[in-house]
Every structure is written in C-alpha cells, then in structure tokens.
C-alpha cells in the first residue's frame, strides 16, 4: 500500500485500519444472508440444518435447484417475469422519449399543467392504487394476464421527467441547425436529441427492468394462475407449499432461482448498475 | 406551386396538435391507472360495499362512515400505530446506516468495491427472495440471526416472527438491510462531487475528521439528505412485500401496516368501501411526506440565498 493513502501518526494511523476492519465487519455482515443462502442451497437435501450445523453440507450439489423445478413450474415464472418486464421496458422507452421530447422542445398550451398532471404519479404511486386498479383491470377484462400486471406501468411520470431533463441539456445550437437542416420533428428526435441522451434513456431502462423484475404486490393481486405468474409471485406461493416446509436448502434454492438472471448481470454491469440507480434517483 | 402551398399550410396548422400527440399515451395511462383511480376510490369510500356479504354487495351511500368506522376501530388505530412506528424507525435508521456506508466507503483503497457491493446488493434483490432468506435466519434455536445474537449475549425470546414484541421490529430489520445500501449510492455520489478545497482549508485550520464530517460534509450534502428521505419515507409506506412471507400482519395484526391492511381490507375481506377509505388515508400520508419535503427544500434554498 502506498504511503500517500495511509495517514501519518500512530493515532490516525490506528484510526485507520479501525475503520478498515469496521467496513470489512459490516460489509461481511450485509452479505451474510446471500452468502449464506448459496452455501446453503448446495447442501445435500438428505442432510437437513440442526443447531450448529447451517453451513455445508458433506457434499456440494445441485439437487435442489433440480428438485425445486420439478415442484413448481419456474421455468413457466420466468417466462412470464420475462415478458412483463419487456412489455414494461418496450413501451416505456417509447411513450417517455415521445412525451419527453414534447415537453421540452415544442411550447404549447397548457405545457405546465399537462406536466404537472402527469407528474402526479411521482406524487401518488400505482402501489397504493393497488385497489381501485383491481376494479380497471377487471372492468378491461385483463384479469390474470401479463398485461394486467405490466399495463400501469406503460406510462412513466418519474421516465417523461428524466428524458425532459436529458432532453433539456441538449445545445439549442444543435437543434437550431437541425431545424434549418430540415428535419422533421422524428428526425430532430433521432439524430439531433436522442444520440446525448442514451445514458438517461439506459439508466432509466436499468431500474425499470430491476423494479418490475422485483415486483410483488400487484402480481399478486390481479394473477390467479400459473399463465400470468411472475418469479416472484411464484416464490411466495411455493414456499407456502405444504411439502415444503423447513426444507431450507429447497427453499433457498429456489430463492437464489428468482434472484440469479440480475444478481449475475448485476455483478457484471455493477458500475452501470449503480450509475443508473443515482441517476434514476437524483433530480 | 399549389401542392407545396397546400403542404406547407397543412404542416403549420398540423404542428400546434404534435405535442399533444406525442404525450397522449403517458396522458392517457396516467390518467387511467393514478388520475382515476384516486378520483374512484374517493367515491367509493363514501359508499358501503362488502362483496362477500350478499346485502351488502350493491354499493349504498354513507358518507364518511368508512372513515369512522376505521378511526373508532383498534385494529385500525393499532394498524396506523405500527405504520407510523414502521415508516418512523425504518427510514432514518436505514439513511443514517447509508451514510455511515458511504462515509466508509468514500476511500481509494483496493478492495473497497467488495464493501460497496455487499452493502448495495440487497437493493436489487426482490423483496420476497430477502424475506425467504430472513425467514431461516429468524428461526428460533438454529437461525443465524439467533446464533448472533446469542454471541452478543441476547437470552430473549427466539421467534421473532411469531412474537407480538419482536414481529413488527423483524421487518424492520430487513427493510433497514434491504434499504440502506440504496441511500448509501446517493451519499456515495454526492461526496464524489463535493469540493475539495473546502476541505483542504479546513485540515490547514486544525479540523479533525470528525468536525469536518459534522461542519462540512453533512451540511454539503443536505439536498442530499433532503432526497433520500423522501424516497426513504415514502418508500417506507410502501414496502409491505416482505410481511407476506414473514408475518402475513401477525401474531394478532402486531406487524400489519397500511398498505398491508389495505390489501387485507380489500381482497381477504373484500370490503370495497373500507379499502378505498384506507386508499385515500394512505394518499394522505404519501402527499403529507412529500408536501413537507417541497416546503423544507424551498426554505433552504432561501438560506442560501
């Protein structure tokens, strides 16, 4: 380690590798459970956990991934989380650049409230609209399908603010020219505002995909069948299968199957992740 | 000539209904799943409609007997208890452990991108797969968190999930977890982009680390601070996934929150009426959050100026 980073003086010094060994406790901590489920979801299904004995088991194996397939049909799940989290993500990207681009290219009337009455879903989120959005659904007659779950989604206040925002930071220059270039308005989207602002446009899509992929509450709500079941909405109901259990290795197993496709794009795009987490999030 | 003359009329009287155009899908979706519902479940709270009581299945007029029914009911008031207990200890716990991490992380040290992972990867786990995997290290005799406590020196009650004392306070812990490392990346790129002189000066005038983290770094990233509890409250209101598999609300409703009530409310009890009047009780609380942050975030503007 070079001198320059460690700090001069006994105290600091001390002071230093203190917080180091602090940082490494808590990290260790955070992780334990996702350390733990993996070990734990390798352990052989004939060696249940016991007191003292919730780590490895003698052997490492992959049976309860198998098995946990065989009980429910997962691969059905992630078929469906797939799709909804696509269909959400297709259409977003959409209708969040067009409104975008509308509110801040073009002045028009009513521009102000328009924004605000979309930005009212910033303000009131569609979680807590789990109710009357059941009566919607039912009414569409879109009960227990993937469109049900994806569809109040397909409008984005948080996605048409960032794109406007992104939108904004574009050089009036720039856009000038274009329009005495003679483009059109898809045109000036394509070529003019679009190309500097793919950032937002992937950062934005980064954390609808993790969202919706983590979502719960209203799958559950308006799904009643495997056809439309997502992961997560499947997990709960298997572990809340009779047979199931304290079959932790099972059950974690099957947890670690629900988690594994963003865990492992996660640990590869990690910066992208938290870059577009920040940015998501940050006005 | 004509044709371009008809064209180039027909493009200026065409532009002025483009804009409108291109946001009428958000428009419409937004107003489909947040305008109308808000509008529905406010008229629907004003009427008495249970669907799984034959009598009451047509919806009839009573005002606000929803609202006082709810608010003359312990289960509720208990319910609006635990709520307020949930949103007010889980928020600022998780922002002060954010910050903490972020404090700690805010280093060049090799390795410290494993720290920073650990802490960030349970904000993109789901929920429901966190809650599975706490509800191993809840469980009494062999659960990890026991065998933890236990090294701490903890001889209380074991079950957590199943106690009424220790329920509500198990999915705060996890929220706490699950959250933390989600308020920690907002501190994390605040500091990155907080001026190093200021710092420099104040090492020149003799400041600890610990002055200069009270007196520089907190006050610097106030806006900061101001962000991440809005998300962190409101958030907080919403986060109810983890109960389903956890608690279900139990023992005796000792960890059942709004949200969770209100799902309760409307599909175990299928009292449409009650659920809308908790829909709107809810809003209330979300608006309330987000009202007071506008106003502490424009008054601090001011104090700059």
């Not at chain 1, 320059?4 to 180091?20: C, D, E, H, K, N």
């Not at chain 2, 090799?110 to 786990?125: D, E, H, M, N, V």
């Not at chain 2, 209380?156 to 990346?185: E, H, S």
Request: proline letters at 5%; aromatic letters at 16%.
């Amino acid at each position: 380690m070079p001198d320059a980073v460690t700090p001069r003086g006994f105290w600091s010094r001390l002071m230093f590798w203190l917080l180091l060994l602090v940082t490494a406790l808590l990290a260790l901590l955070w992780a334990v459970p996702v350390i733990w489920a993996f070990v734990a979801s390798t352990r052989p299904p004939s060696e249940p956990l016991g007191r003292g004995d919730v780590w490895f088991g003698s052997y490492l194996t992959l049976e309860n991934y198998t098995r946990a397939m065989s009980l429910a049909p997962f691969k059905l799940y992630y078929i469906n989380t797939i799709v909804i989290v696509l269909m959400i993500l297709g259409v977003q990207l959409i209708t969040i650049t067009l409104a975008g681009f509308a509110f801040a290219h073009f002045r028009f009337m009513g521009k102000k409230l328009l924004l605000f009455f979309i930005l009212l879903q910033l303000m009131i989120p569609t979680t807590a609209l789990l109710a009357p959005n059941f009566s919607t659904i039912r009414a569409l007659g879109l009960f227990d399908t993937r469109l049900a779950i994806a569809i109040p989604y397909f409008g984005s206040a948080f996605g048409t603010f960032l794109m406007r925002q992104a939108f904004l930071e574009v050089p009036r220059d720039l856009v000038d020219a274009g329009i005495i270039d003679g483009c059109n308005w898809l045109q000036l989207l394509r070529h003019v505002y679009l190309p500097p602002s793919k950032s937002m446009l992937v950062a934005f899509g980064l954390s609808s995909v993790v969202w919706h992929w983590n979502e719960f509450l209203w799958p559950l709500v308006v799904t009643n069948s495997d056809k439309s079941r997502p992961l997560t909405a499947g997990l709960v109901r298997f572990t809340q299968l009779g047979e199931i259990g304290a079959q932790w290795s099972l059950l974690t197993a099957a947890t670690l199957l629900v988690v594994a496709p963003l865990f492992i794009l996660f640990l590869i795009f990690q910066r992208q992740f938290i870059q577009s987490f920040v940015h998501s999030g940050l006005k | 000539m004509a044709p371009t003359i008809v064209t180039t009329r027909k493009r200026k009287r065409r532009e002025p209904i483009l804009p409108y155009l291109l946001i009428l899908p958000t428009f419409i979706f937004v107003a489909m799943f947040t305008a109308w519902p808000t509008l529905l479940a406010l008229y629907q709270s004003f009427f008495r409609q249970r669907l799984n009581i034959a009598r009451f299945r047509e919806p009839t007029f009573i005002g606000l007997g929803n609202y006082t029914a709810l608010f003359s009911d312990d289960r509720f008031l208990l319910v609006l208890k635990n709520t307020l207990i949930y949103v007010v200890v889980t928020a600022p716990i998780s922002i002060i452990l954010g910050f903490l991490f972020a404090v700690l992380i805010n280093r060049t040290i090799k390795g410290i991108g494993l720290a920073r992972l650990a802490f960030f990867q349970p904000t993109i786990l789901p929920m429901v797969s966190a809650a599975t995997i706490w509800m191993f290290f809840f469980t009494p005799d062999y659960g990890l968190w026991n065998t933890f406590l236990q090294y701490l020196g903890y001889n209380g009650p074991q079950n957590w999930t199943g106690n009424p004392d220790l329920a509500l306070i198990a999915i705060m812990i996890v929220a706490i977890w699950k959250n933390a490392g989600y308020y920690m990346i907002f501190y994390l790129a605040g500091m990155q982009s907080l001026p190093t002189d200021v710092y420099e000066a104040a090492v020149l005038d003799g400041a600890n680390a610990w002055q200069m983290m009270w007196y520089i770094t907190l006050p610097l990233l106030r806006r900061t601070t101001l962000f991440v509890s809005t998300i962190a409250f409101i958030g907080a209101f919403q986060l109810v996934d983890h109960i389903f598999v956890l608690t279900k609300g139990g023992p005796s409703r000792a960890s059942t929150v709004l949200l969770y009530y209100l799902w309760q409310m409307r599909f175990e009890n299928q009292d449409v009426g009650k659920a809308a009047a908790l829909t709107i009780i809810l809003i209330i609380f979300l608006l309330l959050f987000t009202v007071t942050n506008f106003a502490l975030s424009e008054r601090k503007e001011d104090a700059y100026a």
